[in-house]
């Protein structure tokens, strides 16, 4: 059964920092990519962040501030989010894809993603 856990979100204020985590299991992680996304009330869920071997994307809002990494070793994938900013606020889910089908550097469509996981609150107070 393929599952992804995310995990690490909460309240915090705005300049501060979170890092959240997503646990892979149930496919080879070595052949996914991983994405982060979020979404706010009343918007479509957006691109923030994947990681796809050596590869890393961010999306323009979050550069600088965030920082994808993996462990392979734990099949875990990392967002490090720093200078935390109010419109951040969303849920984030992370989301695994194959990583062929995100050639041509389309990360940061959400359609192609097979698998999500069920999203975790971040909340950050102004």
């Known amino acids: 059964e393929v599952q992804l856990v995310e995990s690490g979100g909460g309240l915090v204020q705005a300049g501060g920092s979170l890092r959240l985590s997503c646990a892979a299991s149930g496919f080879t992680f070595d052949d996914y990519a991983i994405g982060w996304f979020r979404q706010a009330p009343g918007k479509e869920r957006e691109g923030v962040s994947c990681i796809s071997s050596s590869d890393f994307y961010y999306a323009e809002f979050v550069k600088g501030r965030f920082t994808i990494s993996s462990d392979n070793a734990k099949n875990t994938v990392y967002l490090q989010m720093n200078s935390l900013k109010p419109e951040d606020t969303a849920v984030y889910y992370c989301?695994?894809?194959?990583?062929?089908?995100?050639?041509?550097?389309?990360?940061?469509?959400?359609?192609?993603?097979?698998?999500w996981g069920q999203g975790t609150q971040v909340t950050v107070s102004s």
């Open positions: 989301a695994a894809v194959y990583v062929p089908f995100i050639s041509g550097g389309y990360w940061y469509d959400p359609l192609r993603y097979d698998y």
